[in-house]
């Protein structure tokens, strides 16, 4: 099959792009600028042209995606900014949902897509300043984070800002295939995927430090070698599960029309500390002050959608640390 990739020069899109190709697809992935593919080409060099780069300076245009989706029969949409360095709400919520609306409507012009996937995130789901423990599932909305960025502006948290730029986007992504399929305009089915923190080996560049790091996983790095702790963990998913889940529900036929969440389980920064000291045999960690281990975590997910729709297994927690820890090792980052 041919699929349109976006993001591919990120964390979690350039592992995207690797499942794919090598489950035998040819992927089309739009990147900003050439230089932002020449590590990729690097990378993945060997597929030949069954990668393709095209250039998109800015995805808001109206019809940026109109070339790059003729022909393909799939359309997976990870592009959005994570940035938490920023002043006003729209410089997320601009490209998140403009970004996304103009992939929809590009794959609404052409008969041969069948599959749009929208990878949305937690952020859209969760209620991250909820006070009482709770499971959450595909119907829950974050609708919070919307409703503060309304009311403060420029005066918003920044991580209120990025949760509310994934929900708006998300909702858009349901308003705009609904709409357009009742109407018999569109031909595709939308999925869209709800992962939480995604952790886990990186294979998009191979220079810089840990400050280089997308933030997910400089947050990861600066817990378990720092001992310095974001404000938010919730649960989390391994990078290289969520690629495949990505695949799946891009081939799974079930999948069409479903919200779904992919999560390996709720996690605390302190746990990945607690497991990194583990999995390395006793080596030293940050030390960890008054940590209870049996307090109830505020956010899990139910994710039996995900086990029924996509047969989705997660690696765990020891798995993804070991994984890091010797990426950190060989990159001389201990
Ligand atoms: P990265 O920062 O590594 O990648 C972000 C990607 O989006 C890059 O390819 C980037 O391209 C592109 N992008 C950002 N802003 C724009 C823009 N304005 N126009 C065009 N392209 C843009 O982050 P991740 O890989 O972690 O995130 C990828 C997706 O996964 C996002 O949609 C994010 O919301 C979602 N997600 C990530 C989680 C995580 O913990 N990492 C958790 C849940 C969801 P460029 O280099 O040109 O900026």
Not at 101 to 117: M, N, P
Not at 199 to 221: A, C, I, Q, T
């Amino acid at each position: 099959g041919n699929v349109l990739i976006t993001g591919t020069n990120g964390f979690v899109g350039s592992w995207a792009l690797k499942v794919f190709l090598q489950s035998g697809f040819t992927v089309r992935a739009p990147v900003r600028s050439e230089s932002k593919a020449s590590y990729l080409k690097k990378v993945f060099g060997a597929y030949g042209d069954r990668l393709e780069f095209v250039i998109i300076p800015d995805i808001t245009k109206e019809g940026a995606f109109d070339t790059a989706t003729v022909g393909v029969d799939a359309v997976v949409h990870i592009a959005s900014p994570v940035g938490l360095d920023v002043d006003h709400p729209d410089e997320l919520i601009i490209p998140a949902v403009n970004g996304t609306l103009g992939v929809l409507r590009s794959a609404a012009k052409v008969h041969s897509v069948q599959r749009v996937v929208y990878i949305s995130s937690c952020a859209a789901v969760v209620n991250r300043t909820a006070t009482e423990p709770r499971v959450y599932d595909e119907n829950d909305w974050n609708q919070h984070d919307v409703d503060v960025c309304q009311r403060e502006g420029r005066a918003a948290a920044q991580v209120s800002m990025y949760c509310a730029s994934k929900t708006l986007a998300e909702r858009s992504a349901w308003e705009f295939w609904k709409e357009n399929k009742d109407k018999g305009v569109i031909g595709w089915d939308l999925v869209s995927l709800c992962p939480p923190w995604v952790f886990g080996p990186v294979v998009h560049k191979d220079e810089g430090g840990p400050d280089d790091l997308n933030d997910s996983n400089k947050f990861v790095y600066d817990a378990v070698v720092k001992g310095q702790y974001f404000p938010v963990d919730l649960a989390f998913i391994d990078v290289r599960d969520l690629a495949q889940a990505i695949l799946l529900a891009v081939t799974k036929p079930p999948a069409g029309g479903e919200r779904i969440i992919v999560a390996a389980g709720p996690f605390r920064w302190e746990d990945l500390i607690i497991t990194a000291h583990e999995v390395s045999g006793g080596k030293t960690y940050p030390p960890i002050e008054s940590y209870n281990p049996d307090a109830p975590y505020m956010a899990r997910t139910n994710v039996a959608k995900a086990k029924e729709l996509l047969g989705l297994g997660y690696r765990t927690q020891e798995e993804m640390i070991k994984d890091l820890l010797k990426e950190y090792e060989e990159r001389g980052w201990l």
